[in-house]
T-cell receptor
Framework: DTGVSQDPRHKITKRGQNVTFRCDPI?????LYWYRQTLGQGPEFLTY????????KSRLLSDRFSAERPKGSFSTLEIQRTEQGDSAMYLC????????????FGEGSWLTVV | DQQVKQNSPSLSVQEGRISILNCDYT??????FLWYKKYPAEGPTFLIS?????DKNEDGRFTVFLNKSAKHLSLHIVPSQPGDSAVYFC??????????????FGKGTKLSVKP
């Protein structure tokens, strides 16, 4: 399977704990995106990378959130001191980053903060 | 303020009939539009896209129409099949998705196709 891969698919954590999600994009895609989706809403943009550079961050990305893409391949999204409001599906996506190119999504990582 | 609006939370159609899903946008800078389909507990799957230089794009049973003056687009599915039952999201971006990284999504329309 050469699609966008995310791990873990599900995570249950206690409030105040840190969690980390990993995303492996489609090979050779230079752009990688993180989105968040809550019930009844569409995906909301969090941040994106062009190769290893983080080019844009949404105001939704509080200082408890940090994303990295150290070698321009896989990416991690860490949430520190989780809160119940962080419970959501975290979606990773990738694309070639050229005009008219499609963004492809992974299966998502479900986070439940209890 | 929502820039991409899908005003119908749900739609129910009979198998074999046409499904029409609607989407309105407010940002006149949007020039690239996509439709995604999503099953529960899965990520969105790309269906079809259209750039603002076109008013129609077709791919098999799926056709997207764009009315720039009305800032409106629609997705037609003909004929509808039970496997099409899912949540459909409309998304938009500027600069044809080039320099601007992100897509803005609507809240989705849940389509149910009944046998």
């Amino acid at each position: 399977d050469t699609g966008v891969s995310q791990d873990p698919r599900h995570k249950i954590t206690k409030r105040g704990q840190n969690v980390t999600f990993r995303c492996d994009p489609i090979s050779e895609h230079n752009r990688l995106y993180w989105y968040r989706q809550t019930l009844g809403q569409g995906p909301e943009f969090l941040t994106y990378f062009q190769n290893e550079a983080q080019l844009e961050k949404s105001r939704l990305l509080s200082d408890r959130f940090s994303a990295e893409r150290p070698k321009g391949s896989f990416s991690t999204l860490e949430i520190q001191r989780t809160e119940q409001g962080d419970s959501a599906m975290y979606l990773c996506a990738s694309s070639f980053g050229i005009s008219g190119n499609t963004i492809y999504f992974g299966e998502g990582s479900w986070l439940t903060v209890v | 303020d929502q820039q991409v609006k899908q005003n119908s939370p749900s739609l129910s159609v009979q198998e074999g009939r046409i499904s029409i899903l609607n989407c309105d946008y407010t940002n006149s800078m949007f020039d690239y539009f996509l439709w995604y389909k999503k099953y529960p507990a899965e990520g969105p799957t790309f269906l079809i896209s259209i750039s603002s230089i076109k008013d129609k794009n077709e791919d098999g049973r799926f056709t997207v129409f764009l009315n720039k003056s009305a800032k409106h687009l629609s997705l037609h599915i003909v004929p509808s099949q039970p496997g099409d039952s899912a949540v459909y999201f409309c998304a938009a971006s500027t600069d044809y998705g080039g320099s601007q990284g992100n897509l803005i999504f609507g809240k989705g329309t849940k389509l149910s196709v009944k046998p």
